[in-house]
């Protein structure tokens, strides 16, 4: 046996009997399990050699990704750069912002106008022509891995698009390719599913099922009705998308971002969310991964609450993802700024450093999708508020109606839910959008400020903070979306404008938006990188500084003693503390005394024993 077959094998030995047992389980089929594991082995003989050497690297060093020197930033090819090559071009941009994780937002072919901004893919083995190809792909993680970059790649698992092969056989009626998503002849069992299973657009695309005029038959489509979900009780399908999984990390891809993964198994009479048999998929996946190319990562969608998210880091002996999105975090830390109480993200942060340090969670502020207030509402009922009515304060509060410095659109705002969702930049939910527009240098000023406070609030937690493209430079909502009329009806486009390289020239220009945003985090994020406090490792609790609108983040470590304090008010505020000794202001390097600090309007302060 050669070295490399070696290698394999004693992997394959270490995961087949649990990988055999879950796959039985599930399928009870030893002929489509012996085909997976001979597949698995051609993808493992197909993968670069230096990609091997990456793998055996990372094996032993299973928690490189847990450094806190991780930055990263999420972005739309042709938005940032046109095409795959260009991407590759501005890494060194994305070097001086200290990013060394992409994640490229979906690429693989997919319908113009039937695309969910890439999200319904017609081919899992080819990119959009005009974004690029293949061998431009992984000629992009070879120009990332030699920068010490990685690269993260959306893996749309639940569905397919209505002009995938299989979806397009199966509309003619071939029953075998019927048999890889879910068909009806009537709505007797749609209209029973539609009875337990909530809605993911509710106005953009209600329903779960899309009639098929031409096929006459009812597809199941939880998404939009191009997007049909795929049908994981069928063995073939698991094998297959498991092929597509290991030929897109074969093209040199570090992070697999599973998306939508709590929808992927489905049951009659249940709500089709985060089923016992979604953590068996993910399971075997990231043994198969384990198993072919054990230096890549799964990163979890799963937009839900705490109790609903960590299920999926699954044990420690028996692991599903490496990472899941802070989601949770992202929008209480919003339902603050709106509120000036912080009071709720208080006790969401108590929750989250109470759990494993071994969970790496990422952080972010934006993403590309809307802001779903999933938020702690026995909590908030507790303090007098209400659902439906924070809502709405919401959704007024950044839409600007109240009069409100933010500005945005509502999404699928559901008439019958009153259950809107917010989408906006970062900047423009900060004010920045709206300083500008009434020529107010004082409002510009601190808008800026609360821009910085918040992302200074992301990097202070532990787990890898994610950017999203164009936040460094405090990009604001672009509006242009509405005369297209394919983007139109989506109003996450307001906060998918093209990168403007203009402004961005203006970087290193501290008198400027660009300049004060992007050289105040690039303090930011290179204290993080060099102060150890920052470590995964390191404690983190609340700290009580007896003002509702100031929330106090403490970590410790060897001895080290880190203070992170964050004004949520538009009002200057005492953080009332006092703590002996002698302490450093990380930015600005002054020494501090911490008794009693006085905390300017949305300003926030670093602070580090001597
Ligand atoms: C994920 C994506 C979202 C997309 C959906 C359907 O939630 O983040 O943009 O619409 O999946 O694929």
Known sequence: MSKADEIFQRRMNRHHDELRWLYMELYQNGDMFAELCETMHEYYKKRRQQLKNRDERREENPGWFKKNDMLGMMMYIDNFAGNLNGVKEKLPYLRSANVNCIHLMPFLDSPKGRSDGGYAVADFRRVKPELGTMEDLADLADACH??????????????????????????????????????????????????????????????????????????????????????????????????????????GIDIIRIDAVPYIWKELGTSCRNLPKVHTIVRMMRMIG???????????????????????????????????????????????????????????????????????????????????????????????????????????????????????????????????????????????????????????EEAVRMDLMLHAYMLTQSGIPMLYSGDEIGQLNDYSYKEDPDKA???????????????????????????????????????RKREKIFEASADTYTYDVHDDSILCIMREKDGEKFFGIFNFSDQERTAWMQEDGAFVNLLTGEEIVVKDILMPAHDFCWIKNM
Request: aromatic share 14%.
């Open 489 to 527: 009806p989506d109003s996450r486009y307001v906060h998918r404008g093209a990168f403007c390289w203009e402004l961005a020239e203006n970087r290193g220009d501290t008198d400027s938006v660009q300049g004060r945003i992007f050289q105040g985090l690039n303090k930011l994020e290179k204290i």
């Open 290 to 444: 384990e198993i072919v190319c054990p230096s890549v990562l799964l990163l979890g969608e799963v937009v839900m609450e705490p109790e609903k998210v960590v299920p999926y880091f699954g044990t420690v002996e028996k692991p599903e993802c490496h990472m899941l999105y802070n989601v949770t975090t992202m929008a209480t830390t919003w339902n603050c700024v709106a509120t000036r109480d912080i009071r709720l993200l208080k006790k969401q942060m108590d929750i989250v450093n109470a759990l494993p340090k071994e969970y790496t969670f990422l952080n972010y502020l934006r993403c590309h999708d809307d802001i779903g207030w999933g938020l702690d509402y026995p909590t908030l009922q507790q303090w007098g508020m209400q659902e439906v009515p924070h809502k709405r304060f919401l959704n007024d509060y950044f839409t600007g109606r109240t009069g409100s410095v933010s500005r945005g659109e509502l999404y699928n705002d559901d008439p019958v839910t009153q259950d809107a969702r917010f989408c906006g930049t970062t900047a423009s939910m900060c004010g920045v959008e709206s300083a500008l527009d009434v020529h107010d240098p004082a409002r510009l």
């Open 146 to 251: 030699k920068k010490d970059m990685n690269l993260c790649m959306d893996f749309v698992m639940n569905h397919t698009s209505e002009d995938h092969d299989w979806a397009v056989r199966a509309r003619q009626g071939d029953g075998e390719y019927m048999s890889r998503y879910f068909f009806y002849d009537n709505y007797d069992i749609p209209g029973k599913y539609e009875e337990t299973v909530p809605q993911v657009f509710p106005t953009t695309a209600p329903g779960n099922f899309t009639w098929l005029p031409d096929a006459g038959r009812y597809v199941l489509t939880t998404f939009y009705p191009y997007q049909w979900d795929l049908n994981y009780k069928n063995s073939r399908v698991f094998n297959e998308m498991m092929y597509n999984f290991l030929f897109l990390a074969n093209q």
